[in-house]
């Protein structure tokens, strides 16, 4: 039988920081219950902000040629997504964001170039979110599931869980709690175990 296959992207600038634990974390999981994970440091990548050029108007393909398309290629192959990134400023990390924002190639393929309706959406990937901010604001995630949101519906994505933690500053911050990292890999798990149920069908 064939392994589903997930994507896990690593949003936060920190190699070891609290996201990227907690990531780790879900990806052990993953691979645990049989699911092949690739994994994508952001922070690793030449990726540049979309210049809003609107290259990609014609056939929907970015014009701006980095490692974007190779990072786009993977996520789109896999039937699951684990995305990490620490709340700044309310949203996400700014490699998560130009990650998304170049993702506007495929909004302008989808729904200018193949002038798909909006009322037909395919869900027919999973994502899983994990994200971590140090203060304890009722409010502190509602920008960052808004931006997930619409990425998600880009992507042709439904979100299966988030795993939002709050009052986590510094690098290491999360290893004081073990059930936070538990959580995360039965997460992890149980995701690859849904993905690979479905695939099945
Ligand atoms: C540029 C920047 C902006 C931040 N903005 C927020 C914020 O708006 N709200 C908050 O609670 N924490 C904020 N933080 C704290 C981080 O969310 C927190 O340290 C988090 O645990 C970092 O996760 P990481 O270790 O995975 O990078 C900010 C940190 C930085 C560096």
């Known amino acids: 039988m064939k392994a ?3 994507v896990a992207v690593y949003g936060s600038p920190r190699r070891k920081g609290n996201t990227a634990t907690l990531l780790k974390k879900a990806v052990e999981g993953a691979r645990d219950a049989g699911a092949q994970v690739e994994e994508i440091v952001l922070r690793d990548l030449k990726m540049s902000p979309c210049l809003e050029i609107y290259g990609c108007n ?3 393909e970015c014009r701006l040629k980095d490692d974007f398309q190779q990072a786009r290629d993977h996520i789109l192959a896999a039937q699951g997504l684990m995305l990490a990134s620490p709340v700044f400023f309310y949203t996400v990390s700014a490699h998560t964001k130009i990650l998304m924002d170049r993702f506007q190639s495929l909004w302008v393929k989808k729904y200018w170039v193949e002038q798909t309706r909006k009322d037909q959406p395919k869900l027919h990937r999973k994502g899983l979110f994990i994200a971590a ?4 604001g009722k409010k502190l995630f509602d920008g ?3 931006s997930l949101r619409y990425f998600f ?4 994505m439904e979100l299966w869980k988030a795993l939002l933690y709050r009052g986590l500053d510094f690098e290491g911050d999360v290893l004081k709690f073990p ?3 538990d959580e995360a890999y039965q997460a992890g798990k149980q995701f690859a175990e849904t993905i690979g149920n479905e695939s099945k069908i």
């Open 4 to 6: 589903s296959k997930i």
């Open 58 to 60: 014609k056939a929907g």
């Open 133 to 136: 901010g140090a203060t304890q």
């Open 144 to 146: 960052i599931l808004l």
């Open 153 to 156: 519906d880009v992507i042709d």
């Open 179 to 181: 059930q936070y990292l």
